[in-house]
């Protein structure tokens, strides 16, 4: 069965509103949403006795149950119930058949270190043990599932009735050999806007921070930390790709812009593409660069950066 996967109810809401039809989770919705959440057909993710009393009162008994989605903790810590709670999220689930368990599932602490791997194997073993109670309980078996992106390719014998692909879709996987299979799905851009030339003792943005020692050309590319290049990327720290060849980023980066030394790409010219990331350099170079992991880059793109979609 095929599913969609959102943090919260608006952007559940707005694949809806583009036209999306497949079943859409919401791994943590609100209260003040429950009205978009029954309003554009979301299925929430429970994981509190609060919560799930919440949602039992504001959904009315309704021919067709509402698919809900129960978590677990399992070592995560962070969301999902435990032992303790489960007499009465049982007695819950029983008094409240409007609301149907669609799916179990947990969170993998650690699937990509091999040596936690003793600690992700008794995380899956506690939720199978946890899975049993509830079938037990309610009288029927909703879908299991825990696997995420490195779990898929790593602990493959526990892909239960579904996995959940993160940033694997993106081409991204922690495990080397898996990572030789995947494909780069996304690169980020931006054009050079202006070129100058500067003279030994003239400096680059803010701070004065880019010294130039040597005649240098500097191209002023359109991107800065309001769009996700952040700046730590800053100072040589991080290069872009201008012309399929490497510019370091001179000075520090601003908020809508970023200067680069193009003086060993003489054919660089105003209105150029240049790669932030993408098949060259990696999303985790720039990731390196700014003290952090892929998926920080990736979801830390600005909302005003222009999308576009292919499709192959």
């Avoid at 999220?89 to 969170?107: D, K």
């Avoid at 199978?128 to 079938?135: A, G, K, V």
């Avoid at 309980?137 to 779990?151: A, C, E, F, V, W």
Wanted: glycine share 8%; aromatic share 8%.
């Amino acid at each position: 069965m095929d599913y969609l996967t959102v943090a919260y109810t608006d952007e559940g809401a707005e694949l809806r509103q583009g036209g999306i039809q497949l079943p859409i989770m919401v791994l943590n919705p609100e209260e003040e949403a429950f009205d978009s959440l029954l309003r554009y057909n979301l299925e929430p993710e429970v994981y509190s006795l609060r919560q799930l009393k919440q949602l039992a009162r504001y959904v009315p008994e309704r021919e067709t149950p509402l698919p809900i989605h129960v978590k677990f903790d399992t070592g995560m810590h962070r969301l999902g119930f435990e032992p303790a709670h489960f007499e009465e999220l049982a007695a819950l689930l029983q008094a409240n058949p409007h609301l149907r368990v669609q799916s179990m599932f947990s969170h993998l602490a650690a699937s990509e270190a091999p040596e936690h791997d003793a600690f992700t194997l008794s995380q899956i073993n506690t939720f199978e043990s946890y899975c049993q109670w509830l079938c037990d309980s309610i009288g029927y078996k909703p879908l299991r599932h825990i696997l995420n992106t490195s779990g898929i390719s790593r602990f493959a014998d526990y892909q239960m009735d579904m996995v959940r692909v993160g940033i694997g879709l993106y081409g991204i996987d922690a495990n080397p050999e898996m990572q030789a299979r995947l494909k780069t799905v996304l690169t980020l851009k931006a054009s050079i806007s202006q070129i100058k030339t500067l003279m030994p003792g003239e400096t680059v943005g803010y701070g004065r921070r880019g010294i130039i020692s040597a005649p240098t050309r500097i191209a002023t590319i359109s991107i800065g930390y309001a769009d996700g290049l952040l700046r730590l990327a800053g100072n040589q720290r991080f290069s872009v790709s201008v012309c399929g060849r490497r510019a370091p980023i001179v000075g520090g980066v601003c908020m809508d812009m970023s200067m680069v030394d193009v003086t060993d790409i003489p054919q660089a010219q105003e209105g150029d593409e240049v790669v932030i990331f993408g098949q060259e350099p990696k999303v985790e170079e720039l990731a390196t660069a700014l003290q952090t992991i892929p998926y920080e880059v990736l979801t830390g793109i600005s909302p005003r950066v222009r999308r576009v979609y292919v499709q192959e």
